[in-house]
Every structure is written in C-alpha cells, then in structure tokens.
T-cell receptor, first 115, second 111 residues
C-alpha cells in the first residue's frame, strides 16, 4: 500500500509570509503527527491529530497550527515565518496515535527554507 | 541529498564489522523505545522496538539492548553493509505521550 505522502517536497518563502504543508497518511491510519527537524534541535514534536481533533501538542508558538480532515489528511500552517522556521517538516501516521506500541510511519518531509 | 544534522556524532565502521550505536534516554517512566534509520532525503524508517519489560530484542541483523538502571539503549547491527549508512535515532515514549527523539548518530560504512 502507498506510504505517507507530503506536499510540497521543497518550499522557499520569505520572512513574514505564511505557509501550508500537506500530509496524506497511509490508508486506514487515523492519527497524523507532525515533527520539525533541524540540525540544532533534532526532531521535535509539533502536534498530533486523531479523528480531526488535536490530541497532543508540543512546545511551539501559536504561529504553528494544524488541522485534520475527515479523510485523515492533515495540513499544518506556519504564519509570520521567521528565519528559524527553516527546517525539514515531517509527518507521521499511525493506526491509533502516539504512545506505546503504535508504530509511526514517516513521510519524506517538506524542506522549508525561509529567506 | 539533504543534511539531517551537521554536528552529529559519527561512527565509522568497516564493511562486514559489527556496529554498536548508543543512546541515553531521558525519562525513567518511558515504557516503549524505538530505533529509527534516516537516509538522506527520506523520513525516519522504523528498525526495531522494545518495551520496558524486556532487556533485549532481536531482529534481522539488528539487536536492541535496554538497560533501565542507567537509562541506556543500544542498537547493534551485525555484518554492517554500505546500505546501513544513515543517521540512527532512538526514541522513547510513555502511555499516550508523543515520541521524544534523541539527537542521532551518523553511521558511516567504509567499503
């Protein structure tokens, strides 16, 4: 079956703009989690959505938001972009969500560059 | 390809040798641990997991060891191959908490 897909793969924006990233989970998976990966901070959890509801949230400012649709597809939005938002944004899907014993499958990521 | 991390610790091994990658985890309440492999330009890929009620688990060419006393996790790769070159992350979680990832180790296999 098809894996997790993320679009776009690469994105270049300027400071102050906003951006929307998209993630399509594996068919049948109801949980989508988002992570930010940078060389300095590594992989950091942003938020998790399950059945269209945000279930967990990491320690990121309110400029970072997300949503999930009824077909489990998810989007994340970053408003008022800052240089420090340049990162690889990864989406992961699982059958029932984060936590014990739930394998998460990662997409290839969206590389965001903020100029 | 994309650089996952510019300042990661690096382990260089000869092809055919065994590799051992170590990880110190942070939360003594964590009850589930996972090793991921991330190749350039790709997202992390699940390798093997272990629950806190175990201290060892074996997969195909990989073994994970868990020492809860010192909060230490290791990944052993037998007969390392060039295709094993990647960045390896450990991750921990407890209950329904999100995964917390370690900083990662870059494995470089010398042919």
């Amino acid at each position: 079956k098809a894996g997790v897909t993320q679009t776009p793969r690469y994105l270049i924006k300027t400071r102050g703009q906003q951006v929307t990233l998209s993630c399509s989970p594996i068919s049948g998976h109801r949980s989508v989690s988002w992570y930010q990966q940078t060389p300095g901070q590594g992989l950091q959890f942003l938020f998790e959505y399950f059945s269209e509801t945000q279930r967990n949230k990491g320690n990121f400012p309110g400029r970072f938001s997300g949503r999930q649709f009824s077909n489990s597809r998810s989007e994340m939005n970053v408003s008022t972009l800052e240089l420090g938002d340049s990162a690889l944004y990864l989406c992961a899907s699982s059958v029932s969500g984060t936590g014990s014993y739930n394998e998460q499958f990662f997409g290839p990521g969206t590389r965001l560059t903020v100029l | 390809g994309e650089s996952v991390g510019l300042h990661l610790p690096t382990l260089s091994v000869q092809e055919g040798d065994n590799s051992i990658i170590n990880c110190a985890y942070s939360n003594s309440a964590s009850d589930y641990f996972i090793w991921y492999k991330q190749e350039s330009g790709k997202g992390p890929q699940f390798i093997i997991d272990i629950r806190s009620n175990m201290d060892k688990r074996q997969g195909q060419r990989v073994t994970v060891l868990l020492n809860k006393t010192v909060k230490h996790l290791s990944l052993q790769i037998a007969a390392t191959q060039p295709g094993d070159s990647a960045v390896y992350f450990c991750a921990e979680c407890s209950g329904n908490t999100p995964l917390v990832f370690g900083k990662g180790t870059r494995l470089s296999v010398i042919a």
